[in-house]
């Protein structure tokens, strides 16, 4: 397409600034400006990252917080799509559910922390359901709500010309609630990540909060701020990941 | 498809009367069209021709009367009617090709090519919506209404929005389709020249009621620069104005002076 192409200036002109500070951080921390205690240099972290992937506990780490993830989001994110597509096609299940699903929505699913705890323990289970409450909601209410505003006339137009029950849906209500579908799941990859972030602080046994938890009690600085550095590579890979697919289907919108 | 087993439905409408809430926009309308004929209905705007339209597109209920097609009473949606749209109604995120073959049978996607192609718009295939002009879009509309064959093609104002020229050379084309394939067709308008230029019969409804059944006695293709052509606009607008025209056209329904205005054809 036209216009995607950038220049070699417009690729480099965003990293301007971030490469700046971690120059002036690492020179900083070089003439002693910026404390150890405090604020580890860059390459301390670096050095810090390289560590631990030798010693293989990184990629635990990592592995067990990405499947959290990933598994809480599938659930939650099913859960909320079917959901969204039952009340917003269907009147009766609107009637039933919509009320219910609202109120759920706000209690705060953090809040449910201590219980969650009591019910299932520190385990696996209880990350993932936490969750998988966080991404249900907003995939939900965007997928209810792309539905509800699709153009009414574009319906009676399929309807008129002869389409049936499922081509309405995959041709006209599915694509046409689509871009509201995308904004939903990528609302939601952030709450994924906030609140695993937050339950594998609290009470884990592993993960990557529990490894900057763990590194606090050791006063290790640079895993702390690796750790901090690793959510941030998580959440933007992530927002590129559903950025590509929005690309990808929302094609015609361009 | 070969244009000898193509042909037109009859369409009869009888009392036909239709409410919104406690609004009669319909009050016992009669018509009768014949197979294969094309008509224009004009009308101040909520006079209710839209309505009639979409009642016989089967789009919505009648509240009494009947609808027969071929002396077939009309029950839920009119499947051998195609409408076409005023703001077309394209799917924005379909291409070209595939909204022409909404609702086409997968094995018949040469029928679409050969649509496209009658519209002009073979080269654009491949694109969306969004790239095309709103000619282009009404063209892509037409094709996709008469991929399916109707024997009935209802035309809800689908030139309503689009410049002088391109207008002109859509009812251009949809006389052309029309003569060649001779389905019955309904023209919704409210442009009076319009109706004259492509229908054999202008329909001006008002209050509900039919108040002008003009048959036009003009050859094809139309001139607008014949004087009958004027006079039969002229003669409309002033009924739809509800003033007396300044010279008495009413010699226009008498089809024995059609030679008067058809000096080419006879």
Known sequence: ?254 | MNSHDLQGVDVTIHQVKKKYDDREVLEGLDLQIREGEFVAIVGKSGCGKSTLLRLVAGLEDINGGSINLDGTPLEGLNKQARMMFQDGRLLPWKRVMDNVCLGLPSDEKDRAMQAITQVGLKERIHDYPSKLSGGQKQRVALARALVHDPSLLLLDEPLGALDALTRLEMQRLIESLWLERKFTSILVTHDVEEAVAISDRVILIENGKIALNQPIHLPRPRQRTNPAFSMYVEEILARIMNRKSKKNYSMLVNTETESLFNPINN
Do not use: C
């Not at chain 1, 965007?142 to 049936?164: F, V």
């Open chain 1, 1 to 254: 397409m036209k216009g995607n192409r950038k220049g070699p200036l417009e690729k480099f002109v965003p990293w301007f600034i971030p490469f700046f500070i971690i120059a002036a951080w690492q020179l900083l921390s070089w003439s002693g400006a910026i404390p150890e205690r405090i604020l580890p240099a860059p390459s301390q972290i670096i050095q810090a990252g390289i560590d631990l992937t030798i010693t293989g506990e990184l990629s635990e780490h990592m592995g067990i917080s990405l499947w959290r993830a990933l598994v809480g989001f599938l659930i939650g994110g099913i859960a909320g799509f079917v959901f969204g597509l039952l009340n917003g096609v269907f009147r009766f299940a609107d009637l039933f559910f919509d009320t219910s699903i609202q109120m759920l929505r706000n209690i705060p699913h953090l809040a449910l922390i201590p219980l969650v705890i009591m019910w299932f323990g520190i385990g696996e289970t209880s990350k993932v359901f936490l969750v998988a409450l966080g991404v249900l909601f907003p995939v939900y209410i965007n997928t209810y709500h792309g539905i509800k505003s699709i153009d009414k006339k574009l319906i009676e137009m399929g309807k008129a010309y002869g389409l049936n029950g499922k081509e309405l849906f995959f041709q006209i209500i599915l694509p046409g609630a689509m871009s509201s579908i995308l904004v939903g799941i990528r609302f939601s990859l952030g709450v994924m990540w906030l609140t695993l972030i937050v339950a594998e602080t609290i009470s884990a046994q592993s993960g990557i909060g529990y490894m900057a938890m763990n590194a606090r009690e050791f006063m290790q600085m640079d895993v702390i701020v690796l750790s901090i550095i690793i959510y941030a590579l998580f959440g933007k890979i992530s927002d590129m990941i559903a950025k590509y697919f929005e690309g990808k289907l929302l094609k015609w919108n361009n």
